[in-house]
């Protein structure tokens, strides 16, 4: 399945859901007495009163607030689970990484979620998000390391395509994946970007090899690059 | 402590807190283990004389570095320096936050622990602003004073250059060659060249051979630590210091006040150990090397050397401007991790009596990868952006000279207090039409430097990139009314306090600061050890 394959699957299912849900609610007016209309009318400013105040206080959450979460168990993420986030970000920059590098890569996240608990946090939803979605988008998939190439790279498209609205942007945030896509995008995407470009991976492939990928020759650097043909 | 040279310690139980007074005063007492400090400490102990050093931040070994290396540049976890209980500051600077807390390193080695390691002598012009450009002051020394200083500071710190480079300049050569040019620098050679632009070896204090017991550089590209120590850091000088026997470390201590009596002698240093110590030193000299934002803030807390106010004043920075562009062919820039080529076509001339000192630093902080890290593209089309923009990115910097101004400052700020309720530092930046104006003609060098190197997409950025020079505050003249310290450092109204650093800055030029604090460090441990003490 190729990637615009999958993602028009998934703008076909949502189109089919708002049709359904169109047609559940569309009523016709001749049908209802004038009484039934205004109690119809009633029972929908409660509903919509009730939904207000319950979901007005997650409006008015700042965006940072939704950002700087953390875990307050501080629990940290398992084995597996970093393993998915080192996976995820070398899938951030297109690169399905030797297990060797996923290695390394999930040993820094270590690291760091010990030492930061929001980090920790963090980490745990990008992997949840990375493996829900896999097994969404892959028939058979166990979670994002079973998940192919193309499944990958859909499902790092899902999570940094910025929202059309600001609006959009604000509803989607009411929903746990909304959530989860726009602490990946806005708050943790960079990061993975930035420890991905710090590990062997990226610089092996264009050729380097001594760490964190520059010359271990300390006259290398007279001469061209390895990716060059000079 | 263990004073191991004669001087007497008593200690004292006050509950928890455990007093240590020195009652026969030391030779000197010196604030800050930065490389003011180390050098001044070394020259005196080189001279018999006894030293106290009291340092706010603690000892980073040299033998973690691999260690620290890889935990600071693999995981980004936060900058090992920073103490975010202790580093506090106010920033009301107008145009942009200015973040103190890591600009500057609080540790025995100071700023040199994580520097890039340039180090580059002041032009003469700028010891002469005001007699040669009209701006600013002209220092109280001039720089054929200095001149014998910074060549002592080239070979006590391990400084590799082409010693043709303004050899008019120069006394003698740098104790070591340069760095050969990068694969990109003959491009820089062309570009130059067709400006009218000339080029030249950075100055750097790495090693291209093994000296002083350290090695040659590597090339781990990662000098802001340096792994293997080919980089020099000032925790060489402490450590000669401490080996004398003659010089003690307060690591993690904090100088609150200076007492200076009423014939202005300095008598005794109070400071506070992280610890809860207190500790109290006598010392026939003190001197303030602790940096230009703690230094003035130490002598407004003491309450010491500012009688015409202007302790704090005169606070300097160098702002950048830098550009990047794409150029056809592989430039693979960054492969040593610093620029070995820079200008100084721009630095004089009539343009600078408007705009400021400009030098061109050409390659400066790129890494090949560092062209994918501000792309907006994820997953594969980021991978294909990598593979065609990867080692064709090219960059230039000017560094820009920051005039002095009185606005730009340092003070006390009147809410909020550090660990111990002292006041912190409050910062302002002052920048006017002049430091603007230099900018731009920064960028417009940058873009024109690039054009001439053939590279295409070519951005400038407009807003201000400070370097991390501290300078001011603590101005030398031969005025009292016009700066905190004399030609000699010595604070005016004082017998026995000194200030040196780049607080003692009376211009700040267009280059790193280091071997100028590095070279009146050495002057004035000189002047101290041979001294009636």
Avoid at chain 2, 179 to 201: L, M, N, Y
Avoid at chain 2, 369 to 396: C, D, I, P
């Amino acid at each position: 399945m190729t990637t615009h394959g999958i993602e028009r699957l998934t703008a076909c299912r949502g189109r089919r859901r708002i049709l359904a849900s169109q047609k559940m609610t569309s009523t016709n007016p001749k049908a209802v007495t004038r009484r039934a209309f205004i109690g119809l009318a009633a029972a929908a400013s409660v509903a919509a009163a009730v939904a207000a105040r319950t979901l007005l206080p997650g409006f008015r959450q700042s965006l940072a607030d939704w950002l700087n979460f953390e875990d307050a168990s501080h629990r940290l993420p398992s084995q597996t689970e970093l393993l998915v986030v080192a996976s995820f970000a070398g899938a951030l920059a297109g690169d399905r990484m030797r297990d060797d590098d996923v290695n390394l890569l999930a040993a820094r996240l270590t690291r760091i979620a010990r030492k930061s608990r929001q980090q920790a946090a963090r980490y745990a939803e990008v992997s949840a998000f990375a493996n829900r979605r896999a097994r969404a988008l892959q028939t058979g998939a166990t979670g994002f390391l079973s998940a192919t190439d193309d499944v990958r790279e859909a499902i790092v498209r899902s999570a940094m395509s910025e929202p059309r609205s600001s609006a959009t942007a604000r509803l989607a945030l009411l929903t746990d994946d909304g959530r989860a896509r726009f602490r990946i995008r806005e708050g943790i995407a960079g990061h993975l970007r930035e420890l991905y470009s710090k590990s062997p991976a990226p610089w092996r492939s264009y050729g380097y090899t001594g760490w964190p990928g520059k010359p271990a020759d300390k006259l290398d650097y007279t001469r061209p690059g390895p990716q060059s043909s000079g | 402590m263990a004073w191991k040279a004669g001087g007497q310690t008593r200690l004292h139980a006050a509950g928890t807190t455990v007093i240590r007074l020195i009652q026969e005063p030391v030779d000197v007492c010196i604030v800050g283990a930065g490389i003011a400090g180390a050098l001044v400490a070394a020259t005196l102990v080189r001279r018999g004389r006894r030293v106290v050093i009291i340092e706010a931040g603690g000892r980073f070994d040299r033998t973690q570095r691999f260690a620290q290396l890889e935990e600071y540049l693999t995981t980004g976890i936060a900058w090992p320096y920073e103490r975010g209980d202790r580093d506090r500051y106010v920033d009301t600077s107008p145009d942009f936050r200015y973040d103190l807390a890591t600009t500057r390193v609080k540790a025995v080695g100071g700023s040199t622990l994580h520097w890039g390691g340039t180090s580059q002598r002041l032009d003469p012009s700028d010891f002469r602003a005001r007699t040669t450009y009209g701006y600013g002051d002209d220092w109280p020394i001039k720089y054929g004073e200095l001149e014998p200083y910074y060549l002592k500071a080239e070979h006590e710190i391990g400084v590799a250059g082409d010693s043709r480079v303004h050899s008019e300049n120069r006394s003698g050569p740098f104790p070591m060659e340069p760095f050969p040019d990068s694969f990109s620098d003959p491009v820089w050679r062309r570009a130059a060249a067709r400006i009218g632009a000339t080029v030249e070896k950075v100055p750097y204090a790495k090693n291209t051979r093994a000296r002083d017991g350290r090695p040659e550089c590597h090339a781990f590209s990662t000098c802001t630590i340096c792994p293997i120590g080919a980089q020099y850091s000032a925790d060489v000088h402490i450590a000669e210091a401490e080996r004398s026997g003659l010089c003690v470390v307060l690591p993690n201590t904090v100088a609150r006040r200076i007492d200076v009596d009423a014939g202005g002698i300095a008598r005794a240093v109070h400071a506070t150990g992280l610890d809860g110590s207190s500790h109290v030193i006598a010392a026939r000299h003190v001197v303030v090397a602790a940096h230009a934002i703690e230094s003035a803030r130490l002598l407004l807390l003491s309450e010491v050397g500012n009688a015409s106010d202007n302790v704090g004043r005169y606070l300097m920075e160098h702002f950048y401007s830098s550009g990047e562009g794409v150029v056809s062919g592989g430039f693979f820039p960054g492969r040593i991790g610093f620029e070995t080529l820079q200008s100084s076509s721009f630095y004089n001339g009539d343009e600078r009596r408007a705009t400021g000192a400009i030098k061109l630093e050409l390659g400066q902080g790129l890494a090949p990868l560092r062209s994918t890290q501000g792309a907006a593209l994820w997953g594969k089309q980021l991978a294909e952006f990598s593979r065609e923009y990867f080692g064709r990115l090219a960059a230039v910097s000017a560094e820009t000279e920051h005039r002095p101004h009185r606005e730009s400052r340092i003070d006390l700020d009147p809410d909020v207090k550090d660990l111990f309720g002292d006041p912190v530092p409050r910062i302002h930046f002052h920048l006017t039409e002049f430091e603007h104006a230099t900018r731009a003609r920064g960028a417009r060098i940058v873009a024109r430097m690039l054009e001439a190197a053939g590279a295409r997409d070519i951005q400038t950025q407009s807003w201000p990139r400070w370097a991390a020079h501290h300078m001011g505050t603590c101005r030398m003249s031969v005025d009292p009314e016009r700066g905190v310290v004399d030609k000699d450092l010595k604070v005016f109204g004082t017998k026995n306090l000194h200030v040196v650093g780049s607080g003692a800055f009376t211009t700040g030029g267009a280059v790193q600061p280091t071997l100028t604090i590095a070279a009146l460090a050495l002057r004035l441990g000189e002047r101290l050890a041979g001294a009636d003490l």
